[in-house]
């Protein structure tokens, strides 16, 4: 992005702001250049008219918000973070997934956007709950949540459909109280 980037939050190293159409060529740029770090957990849209769905899901349905995470150092996108899912009323939950790009993986960026979003969702958001489902395999994900104050909650079989299969999860969660004591 040229010129100062607005972020909806931001700490040391990173920034957060919402997916735009705008976005496309550099987010799949990103892609391509990590599917070895995604696969075989994450399948992020690779070619421009899957990132415009996408984003446009994203942008446009009240039940999904999209955040780049972005170096404030240049701006650049360092990964993305989703809350899907969103229930209003007594549930007040949202389900997150997101991805590192490789460039960025193992730099502590991701543990600081996720944080931010994390506090935006409840503070901003209203939200009460953010749950993550993680593949039991994916040590780095399960690293995040961790890190990031989510606390383990059970073991999902057959969860989600990834790559043309059922795949077992681990379900971590994290309310506002936890945060906010």
Known sequence: MSGRTVYLAEGNLVGIRPFTLEDGSEFTARVRESKGLHQPWLFPPGTPAAYTSYARRLIDDPTKAGFF?????????????????IVEGAFLCGALGYGAFAHAAGRGLMSEGLDLVVRYAFDTLGLHRLEINVQPGNAASIALARRCGFRLEGFSPDFLLIDGAWRDHERWAVTADMIRT
Not at 74 to 83: E, H, M, P, T, V
């Open 69 to 85: 995470v972005c170096e404030k150092d240049g701006g650049g996108i360092a990964g993305f973070i989703n809350i899907n899912n």
